[in-house]
């Protein structure tokens, strides 16, 4: 019950910095209102709200202290960065049916070389993150990460099928 009150109280937060920034009154728009808002938005601004919602996300779920984090949200944002690189060099066939195995294998042994390369960033940032946060904070924020891909994942199966797209997890 304690977490339920302190992702609220996140989100609030969350909702009342994105409304200075973009100039918007998120808390008291209704859920409609807010899709339309950011279907309307360019792309960019879109990626600018995600990335403040999930530092403001991960800062309050974590308790990062006042001091410390500025230094916090760099690292956090060099970390993201870092990791959709390494996602960006793994682009999936969609039709797998249709590949020779040769073809497959080497897609698949592609596909573990960038899960490696993933699981070593992480590995590397959890070093620098114990730098500035305590130990347990670094693996309740690869934890709440964990929690938030899955929200979105199931957000998206509950939005209509796009026979075209592809989830990845």
């Known amino acids: 019950m304690k977490k339920l009150a302190v992702v609220l109280t996140l989100i609030l ?5 994105f409304a200075q920034q973009f100039g918007y009154d998120w808390k008291s728009m209704k859920p409609e209102k807010r899709k339309e808002v950011i279907q309307n938005m360019k792309p960019e601004e879109r990626v600018a709200l995600l990335k403040e919602f999930r530092e403001k996300m991960i ?9 410390t984090q500025p230094e916090f949200i760099n690292l956090y944002s060099e970390y993201q960065e870092k990791q959709n690189e390494i996602k960006a060099k793994f682009v999936p066939t969609q039709d797998c049916e249709k590949m ?3 073809d497959a294998i080497k897609e698949l042994n592609n596909s573990f070389d960038v899960g490696q390369q993933l ?4 590995k590397d940032y959890a070093q620098k993150f114990m730098k500035v946060i305590s130990p347990q904070q670094v693996l309740r924020m690869y934890q709440t990460e964990g929690k ?8 998206k199966q509950d939005e209509p099928k796009n026979p075209g797209s592809q989830r990845r997890r």
């Open 13 to 17: 937060a969350a909702q009342f910095s």
């Open 59 to 67: 800062i309050a779920e974590l308790a990062v202290p006042e001091n």
């Open 100 to 102: 020779t195995d040769e």
């Open 119 to 122: 699981l070593d960033n992480r």
């Open 148 to 155: 938030m891909r899955n929200k979105i994942l199931d957000k």
